[in-house]
């Protein structure tokens, strides 16, 4: 267990439930325990709260352990079958578990032809060839919706840093200066503003992307516009129906096109997967209205770095937000440093109720699926519904 994952009784949480008394059976009928489980491979450092669930698990399927290998170890143990043919992959944390690396053609290729479910924790999956993983007859479920509040609130935080110079009003007063406090302290109103009124414009509005509008326009009466693959009336219509403080209904638009959403936005948040491509370059900076704000929850690899330092000295970026970065966990050295960018260290969706939820999710996918019924939140089912016909 990782010292630095809170632990039920430091988090504040029940302890885990004692386990259930066992009981001597003096039926001759078969007893279920005794017949052969298909197995699971549980990769990484043991659940920590979802101890019923996990119990119910362990009834239906033996579970394997890896606990963390780097990737040759973890290779070498696929071919040599050290866990034999099991059915599913599990992983409950983010933080362990993926010592392997990027799961690609070379990791995916020596699972047994039993694997048919790898349940993962987290919303991001840059990480794993999901197309590939389809191909092989596996299915990728993350577990997104587990932190969709966590980020969605850090979201709100970085927003209001954009808007309102808390990086430079932090600084200033860390810094134990007098001149620095006071120069934060005196000229700081002269160029912040209130994010009321202003438009967000939200590149994937997707599960997180439309909490974040909900927050924003609940909380700030912040206009909506969103660019995505396809338009989203329902989102658009309860996004309408918020009960807004200034008893209006909230403006929302769509973008069919980047380059518009750009061009008309005071405030711009990523919230959309990473494909494999910058998405964010010189050409893009250049359709920004000047001295927007950017904002990013998503992936670093999404903004070309370099771009958005010369879009932030020219003017063009008049702050950004940035929970991660295109080389964790090395930041950018010149965006680290400027009084009008907020870095974090991708922890916008770590939080107690995230990890409970990440646990959880990956049970609900395996037992759901492995089952009969469907997975709760598969990323590549779409692709695996394709090569079954392909077949």
């Known amino acids: ?63 394997e352990r890896s ?26 944390f983010w933080n362990t578990g993926g010592e392997m690396g990027n799961w690609d053609e070379e990791l995916i290729s020596l699972l047994p032809k039993s694997c048919k479910i790898y349940a993962s924790a987290g919303a991001g999956f840059d990480w794993v060839d999901t197309k590939t993983m389809a191909e092989h007859g596996i299915i990728y479920c993350n577990s997104a919706p587990a932190c969709t509040e966590s980020v969605a609130d850090c979201a709100i935080v970085l927003i209001l840093s954009t808007f309102r110079a808390i990086v430079w009003s932090f600084l200033g007063a860390r810094s134990l200066s007098v001149p620095d406090f006071q120069n934060a302290n005196q000229n700081i109103a002269a160029v912040t503003h209130n994010p009321n009124n202003h438009t967000l414009g939200i590149i994937g509005l997707g599960k997180i992307g439309y909490r974040i509008a909900q927050k924003a326009a609940l909380a700030f009466d912040m206009k909506i516009a969103y660019h995505d693959i396809l338009r989203l009336p329902h989102h658009e219509s309860s996004l309408r129906a918020l009960p807004t403080l200034n008893k209006t209904p909230v403006s929302i638009t769509w973008h069919p096109t980047l380059p518009t959403l750009l061009s008309s936005s005071d405030c711009i948040l990523l919230a959309t997967p990473f494909s494999g491509s910058t998405l964010l370059s010189t ?109």
């Open 1 to 63: 267990m990782s010292a630095s994952t809170p632990t039920p009784s430091d988090a504040g949480l029940p302890p885990p439930p004692a386990p259930a008394p066992v009981t001597t059976s003096t039926s001759s009928a078969p007893v279920a325990a005794n017949l052969p489980k298909p197995a699971i491979l549980h990769l990484g450092d043991d659940i920590r709260w979802n101890h019923d669930l996990y119990a119910e698990l362990t009834r239906k399927y033996k579970i």
């Open 67 to 92: 606990y963390s290998m780097g990737r040759e170890e973890f290779k070498q143990a696929l071919k040599e079958k050290k866990w034999g043919d099991f059915v599913g992959m599990y992983r409950p």
């Open 283 to 391: 050409p893009q900076f250049a359709s920004f209205k000047r001295g927007a704000r950017l904002v990013n929850i998503a992936r670093g690899k999404l903004i070309d770095e370099a771009a958005l330092v010369a879009a932030l000295d020219d003017g063009t970026v008049s702050a950004a937000g940035l929970d991660v970065h295109a080389d964790e966990p090395r930041v950018n050295e010149r965006l680290a440093r400027r009084e009008n960018v907020m870095v974090l260290s991708h922890t916008a969706g770590a939080s107690v109720e995230s990890h409970i939820g990440f646990e959880r999710l990956g049970m609900e996918n395996l037992m759901q699926y492995l089952g009969g019924g469907e997975a709760v939140t598969p990323v590549n089912l779409q692709c695996c519904v394709v090569e079954a016909m392909c077949t």
